[in-house]
Every structure is written in C-alpha cells, then in structure tokens.
C-alpha cells in the first residue's frame, strides 16, 4: 500500500512538472553518453597505437642513442648521435648476433622535394636494402635501391603513393623521373604501396620517401662520428628471427655495441635499446592517464 502510493506521489509531481522532469532525465542521458564517449575515445586512442606498432611485426628491435653522449669529453656540445653504420654493419654479423633476420642503420631528416614547380615537405627515411622489408612496406611498382647503390652513394629513391600525388600530374609517370631533394637531383626507381591514414594524429603513412643512408649522409648531411669518422644514424632497426629470438638478440647487441663503443663495465651504455611492446607500454600509460583524464571532465 505505501509502495502504491509512493508511485502515486511521484506520477503526479512528473505531470505536474513535466518540464523539469523532462530536463532531468535529459541531464541524466547526457551524463551517461559523454561518460561512455570519451572512456570509448580514450580505449580507442590505446588500442590504435598498439595496432601501429603490431602492424610493423612483432620481432623488431630498436636501437636508439641516449642524451648523454652530448657530454662526451670531444664531441659537439649540441649533439652526435652514438649510433653509426659500422654500428649496424657489426650487428648484422650473424656470428655476433645470431637469430636476427635483418638490420638498417636509419636517419630521418626534414627536406623539400621539387618537381616541374610541385613542391613537397617530407621527412625522408634514409636507411639500407633491408630498410622497407623491416617496417613492412611493400614496393608496388618499380624497385628498392640494391648494394652497389648503396654502397656507391647513388642518388635514387624508392617514393611514397601520397608523395606522388603531391609532386606528379596524372599524366607523368613517377618512375624515371628526377627529383630535387634540398636542390639535389634524386632519381624515382620505385613506388611503395599505399598505407593509407594510420600515422600518429591520423597523418599518412604514404607521404614519404626513402634513399640510401651513404647518400644522404655523404652528399646531403654530411655527419660523421668523431669517434671513428663513421657515418652517423639516428636509430638502428634490428628484425629478429622470431618474436621468441628477441630477448637473446637484445643481449647479443648489447654486448656488441658497448665493445664497439669501448664502454667499460661500469660505465653506463650510450645506446638504449628498445622492443615494440616497451613502445606500447610507455604510449599505454600517456593513453591510460588521458582516459581516466577525459572519464573526470565526463563525471
């Protein structure tokens, strides 16, 4: 009986104040959809990231110089990065660092590329032959630079789908064609295949272009170590065999570079040495703190 004449009390203050009823439930529904939303865009933002690293592979290790090689007693006060090509070359020795299917020393640089008055701001990616195969680009039409070009600082480049678009009228053909890369002549041997949008921030992945490392560092950049006059690079990537190789290939390098470098065993490593998961873990945290971020401001 008084649960009967509690509904009664209720339904008659609703039709008596149906406006404010009504604006209630709507503040309720509002409440409940942004809470969802942004929770769903936070987990949405996580899972895109780990699907940008796993559709590089799951074997892959990166080499990257730390900042303290700045202060080494001789080298430039601004920067030297600690990574070179000898670096790479010793850890594509299977005898030193078995289970590794491939290695590219890789250098990124901000240049403007020219054609018939097109123009075009990339970051190129200057690596070695095995560069496209180990972040799982495919070349589509043409070819990837070989050995002699590489090893003879030839001016060829391997060019992205977007790339083309920006710098090619429909009717000329890419492939042959010469290019400026910062006024230097750079001729197209090949086309990668399109990637579409899937960059961080949703830009593309097919606005690119790839040259041999020598060339860029030999007729563009021009940047040496001064601890041993090799060329430098900005990272080095490492493909294991297997993703159950990886652990033994990140010991194995580890101990090739520190000899390489003459660390001595005390001394801390000039070099970190990264997996995809540690990627992924690191982005996780920004990812996660954004989420709980954004599920407050909803709350």
């Not at 790839?210 to 041993?228: G, W």
Request: aromatic fraction near 6%.
């Amino acid at each position: 009986m008084r649960l009967t004449e509690n509904l009664r009390i209720a339904l008659n203050s609703l039709r008596t104040n149906k406006l404010r009823a009504a604006l209630t439930m709507l503040g309720i529904m509002i409440g409940v959809a942004a809470v969802i939303t942004l929770l769903s865009i936070g987990d949405g933002v996580t899972r895109f990231v780990a699907e940008q690293f796993s559709g590089l592979g799951t074997n892959l290790v990166f080499i990257v110089p730390t900042q303290e090689e700045q202060g080494r007693p001789g080298s430039d006060p601004l920067s030297e990065s600690s990574l070179t090509i000898r670096d790479a070359d010793l850890l594509a020795d299977s005898a030193r660092v078995p289970g590794i299917t491939a290695v590219s020393p890789v250098l990124l640089r901000d240049v403007e590329l020219q054609f018939e008055g097109n123009s075009d701001n990339v970051t190129i990616r200057a690596g070695n032959t095995s560069y496209v195969d180990i972040i799982n680009y495919e070349v589509v039409r043409g070819r990837m630079f070989d050995e002699p070009e590489y090893n003879g600082r030839s001016r060829v480049a391997v060019i992205g789908a977007d790339t083309v678009d920006e710098l090619f009228p429909e009717n000329i053909d890419p492939l042959g064609a010469d290019i400026k890369v910062d006024g230097l002549s750079f001729r197209i041997i090949g086309v990668l295949g399109a990637r579409g949008a899937g960059g961080f921030g949703g830009a593309s992945q097919d606005d690119i272009l790839v040259i041999p490392l020598t060339t860029a560092q030999e007729r563009l950049f021009n940047n040496r170590s001064q601890r041993d006059g090799s060329l430098l690079a900005d990272a080095i990537l490492i493909e294991a065999a297997s993703e159950e190789e990886v652990d033994a290939v990140i010991i194995d390098a580890s101990d090739v570079l520190r000899q390489s470098h003459e660390i001595n065993f005390r001394d801390q490593d000039d070099f970190q040495i990264l997996t995809q998961q540690d990627f992924i873990s690191a982005l996780g945290s920004v990812t996660g703190v954004l989420t709980l971020f954004l599920g407050a401001i909803a709350s």
